[in-house]
């Protein structure tokens, strides 16, 4: 029984452990397979002109933080950063592609179409200040595919029994 | 020649603004039907009960923040007028209920989204309630029942209004 349990434990270990992975783990500097072993694959790399690569890991599809981290030519990280914060999200402008969108912020939660299926809205769930519940929608014209507008909103988690 | 075009001005959107506010507080039970439309006007949608009572339903354009419904009786006699997009109408919206139940509770929504990887349709009404806001109610797309309700605040990015 207790070596059963045991060896259910030492099957879960890893597991929980990279369920938990922290991206503070990860320093300017680490290689690109320490990233791997610590992170996993990551959902998404963009590969920039210069040789750097960027890896995106969305902590989703109920996560509420997309973590993006730069490595050089050298395969060395340089930066790590965590992308659903106002600091990212207010880099968002009008005329945008998809693509760009996508390398900004990561893979949105969730894709909504408009009745008329003219509009395409891609949602984000994220935390301001730690507390707050917030919902971004990024709003794009179909025919051109470019953004068309940004809407930002708090979540009223008291179901209307906020006073 | 100033004051003039001021004046002007203001007759002018004085009269537009009593044009665009139809006057329910002018509609009271008793009323005929007949004065109910020469006050406010047809309705947009008509909602008819099995024992020959009526709804008019009087949504007020999608960037309005009050839905009227005027419920009449058999006689076509005015039983009640009530401004639904309160608390008091979005408390009971219930999972599970249908789309006509909603549809009939708290009238028509200005927009109507799909998200397709969650089988949901979003239908969302804007409010006041302190501040403008907006309530959502997330159908399951394939059964047409209530999931869930959600109210959200706008909250603008520093130094930007709208997009």
Redesign the interface.
């Known amino acids: 029984m207790n070596t059963i349990f045991s060896r259910a434990l030492a099957l879960l270990l890893p597991a929980l452990l990279a369920a938990c992975a922290s991206f503070s783990a990860i320093n300017p500097g680490a290689s690109a397979r320490q990233v791997e072993t610590l992170m996993g694959a990551p959902a998404n790399v963009w590969k920039n002109a210069d040789g750097s690569e960027i890896w995106e890991y969305p902590r989703g599809p109920f996560g509420v933080e997309t973590y993006m981290v730069t490595l050089g030519p050298d395969r060395a990280v340089r930066e790590v950063h965590q992308v659903l914060s ?1 600091e990212y ?2 880099k968002l402008h ?1 005329g945008m592609s998809r693509d760009e969108v996508r390398r900004l912020l990561g893979r949105p939660r ?6 008329l299926n003219d509009e395409e ?1 891609w949602s984000w769930r994220y935390r301001e200040a730690r507390v707050r519940n ?2 971004l929608y990024v709003q794009f014209d179909r025919p051109t595919g470019t953004l068309k ?8 988690t008291s ?2 029994k906020r006073q | 020649m100033i004051t003039a075009l001021h004046r002007a001005a203001a007759l002018l959107a004085l009269a537009l603004l009593a044009a665009g506010c139809a006057n329910f507080s002018a509609i009271s039970p008793g009323d005929s039907a007949t004065t109910v439309e020469a006050r406010v006007g047809p309705p947009g949608a008509v909602w008819k009960n099995a024992d020959g009572s009526e709804v008019w339903e009087y949504p007020q354009g999608s960037y309005a923040v009050q839905t009227f419904m005027v419920a009449l009786d058999s006689g076509r006699v005015v039983r009640e007028v009530r401004e639904v997009l309160n ?1 008091t109408y ?2 009971r919206i219930r999972p599970g209920m249908s789309r006509e139940d909603v549809r009939r509770l708290i009238g028509k929504p200005r ?8 089988d949901e349709e ?1 239908w969302t009404w804007r409010y006041y ?1 302190i501040t403008y ?2 309530f959502n109610v997330l159908f399951d797309r394939s059964e047409g029942t209530v999931r869930t ?10 130094g ?1 209004g ?2």
């Open positions: 106002n999200i207010s009008v969730d894709i909504g179409f408009s009745g809205i917030m919902e507008s940004i809407s930002r909103f708090q979540i009223d179901d209307g | 608390e979005f408390s927009e109507i989204w799909y998200f397709p990887a969650r979003t309630d806001r907006f309700t959600l109210r959200l605040d706008e909250v603008f990015l520093p930007r709208r997009h």
